[in-house]
């Protein structure tokens, strides 16, 4: 062990075993079990709250999730010689999400829907402004930054590969943004009573460990929030749908695992067919786009738009699919 790391782990009161690195990380056996040495840079004040909102979960019966380390002198940082801070964290010896595997989708979708029923049981929660913007309002804000990069790149002189195809496919995309907007608005007081509550905020297999045992653990609640609970759920769900040509089976698998702890009512599926079909992904390369610098745009962005377009025939076929087990809980859904 280096010196450097020696003098961080001595501002704990723990035992360490051995050590090793793993993936640009410094690990630990401890008396205590596994624990994770990495560098911080965000906010004091939120990872406080995630630690907070840690403790309380496992005071409430679920245990299984990253908890930290404070320091001898109560502190959740610790400092090294160049005033790098950094954080030990309790770990877990297993192994990603194989977001292949239905197995471990359904028990990832469980254990989320375990996470959310404990996290709804908790009163007293970490955040003091509780408004979470509607879902109308999203689509919206989303809407008008797709016409806004539209137009950008419209003036664009001398454009580029990625440019060309974004020009050539824009309407297309759009116009299915704006009829899952129109289709939200709808129903949109139907759903005004959807469940909301503190959740994962970046729920999908990199953060979801399955174990030895087949237990599962969930790890890095940086992005934690307050929103409605199916969007932890549409965010695995479209992660894993994406890495699966949108094949049904693992959407059911999902369901199937989430609805063990928390059953989905029909405005539930509603809410969650409505989010499939805005086109996320579309938006999502638009956005990194116009984010970045544009006078050198990455191979891998035009690679991205293309997988999108190449996708987009499976998408529809899933929300067809979607559609059909919608219009079997009530003919007038859809």
């Not at 399955?210 to 759920?233: G, H, K, R, W």
Request: glycine share 4%; net charge neutral; proline share 2%.
């Amino acid at each position: 062990m280096s010196e450097k790391y020696k003098e961080l782990l001595e501002q704990y009161d723990i035992k360490v075993l051995s050590t090793f690195r793993s993936r640009g990380t410094f690990q630990c056996e401890t008396e205590q079990g596994l624990a994770l040495l990495k560098e911080y840079h965000g906010s004091l004040q939120k990872l406080a709250l995630e630690y907070e909102w840690k403790e309380k979960l496992a005071e409430a019966g679920y245990a299984a999730t990253d908890r930290y380390f404070l320091t001898k002198e109560e502190s959740l940082v610790t400092y090294d010689r160049y005033r790098t801070a950094f954080i030990l964290k309790h770990y877990f010896k297993g192994r990603e999400c194989d977001c292949r595997n239905l197995s471990d989708v359904a028990a990832s979708c469980r254990n989320l829907a375990f996470l959310h029923k404990v996290s709804s049981s908790i009163e007293e929660i970490p955040f003091e402004n509780l408004k979470t913007e509607s879902t109308s309002h999203l689509f919206e804000r989303k809407n008008r930054e797709l016409r806004s990069i539209r137009k950008f790149i419209g003036h664009v002189h001398g454009k580029n590969d990625f440019e060309l195809l974004y020009m050539k496919c824009f309407d297309s995309f759009y116009e299915e943004a704006s009829y899952a907007l129109s289709r939200l608005l709808k129903v949109e007081p139907e759903l005004a009573d959807t469940g909301c509550g503190v959740c994962h905020g970046a729920y999908h297999y990199h953060n979801v460990l399955i174990l030895p045992d087949y237990s599962v653990a969930t790890v890095n609640f940086e992005s934690m929030c307050y929103q409605p609970y199916l969007l932890d759920l549409y965010l695995f769900l479209r992660k894993t749908l994406e890495k699966n040509h949108y094949d049904y089976s693992f959407f059911e698998a999902g369901i199937s695992g989430y609805s063990i702890y928390r059953r989905l009512a029909e405005k539930d599926f509603l809410f969650l067919y409505l989010l499939f079909l805005y086109p996320e992904k579309f938006w999502k390369i638009s956005n990194q786009y116009y984010n970045h610098r544009k006078s050198w745009i990455p191979p891998k962005t035009l690679e991205k738009l293309q997988k999108v377009l190449a996708q987009n025939e499976e998408r529809h076929t899933f929300l067809k699919q979607f559609a059909s087990f919608l219009n079997t809980l009530d003919k007038n859904f859809l």
